[in-house]
T-cell receptor, first 112, second 114 residues
Framework: AQSVTQLGSHVSVSEGALVLLRCNYSSSVPPYLFWYVQFPNQGLQLLLKYTTGATLVKGINGFEAEFKKSETSFHLTKPSAHMSDAAEYFCAVDTGGFKTIFGAGTRLFVKA | DGGITQSPKYLFRKEGQNVTLSCEQNLNHDAMYWYRQDPGQGLRLIYYSQIVNDFQKGDIAEGYSVSREKKESFPLTVTSAQKNPTAFYLC?????????????FGEGSRLTVL
């Protein structure tokens, strides 16, 4: 069965520090992979996606992620955290069949 | 601007009442979805629709119903049969009928059962 695991329900970093949010997936077919961000009481918005081609994907607001097939991972990084990055982040996988499967989410806290 | 509009944003319901959450999109997308979000559980798919007059159950359809009479609209009814309806409900759409691709989300509706 397809699944998404996000390691760490909460991550705390200092402003200016590296952000690393971990995501591992399982899929029996080549996956489409996504990272979404959610601010309080709002919907989700797309940060970046991997479908085919280049495995390092750049998204909005300085975020990027690398698809590593051998590790079944799609970790999200940002070199320098900003206070405005504080939000909940969701990794998701689409394996076809109209079902996008979401991870449980990781809440990012940014300390001044 | 194109987007998805959900209403109401907040809704309170007494036990035993049905409530309907509205979802309208002007993105001209074929596919629409309803997700339920609970703390620490991510998003779970309730129903989805690939085309007008057609919809399919997702992973947690029990106690919910939907209709898709127009391309732009995909309302969700939370019935009294839903045992634990208090949650944040998100409507989404996608352009492609094939693989889901990017999902576009509304702002959500928070339902509280008193």
């Amino acid at each position: 069965a397809q699944s998404v695991t996000q390691l760490g329900s909460h991550v705390s970093v200092s402003e200016g520090a590296l952000v690393l949010l971990r995501c591992n997936y399982s899929s029996s077919v080549p996956p489409y992979l996504f990272w979404y961000v959610q601010f309080p009481n709002q919907g989700l918005q797309l940060l970046l996606k991997y479908t085919t081609g280049a495995t390092l994907v750049k998204g909005i607001n300085g975020f990027e992620a690398e698809f590593k097939k051998s590790e079944t991972s799609f970790h999200l990084t940002k070199p320098s955290a900003h206070m405005s990055d504080a939000a909940e982040y969701f990794c998701a996988v689409d394996t076809g069949g109209f079902k996008t499967i979401f991870g449980a989410g990781t809440r990012l806290f940014v300390k001044a | 601007d194109g987007g998805i509009t959900q209403s109401p944003k907040y809704l309170f319901r007494k036990e035993g009442q049905n409530v309907t959450l509205s979802c309208e999109q002007n993105l001209n997308h074929d596919a629409m979805y309803w997700y339920r979000q609970d703390p620490g559980q991510g998003l779970r798919l309730i129903y989805y629709s690939q085309i007008v007059n057609d919809f399919q159950k997702g992973d947690i359809a029990e106690g919910y119903s939907v209709s898709r009479e127009k391309k732009e609209s995909f309302p969700l009814t939370v019935t009294s049969a839903q045992k634990n309806p208090t949650a944040f409900y998100l409507c989404a759409s996608s352009k492609d009928r094939g693989r889901t691709g990017e999902l576009f989300f509304g702002e959500g509706s928070r339902l509280t059962v008193l």
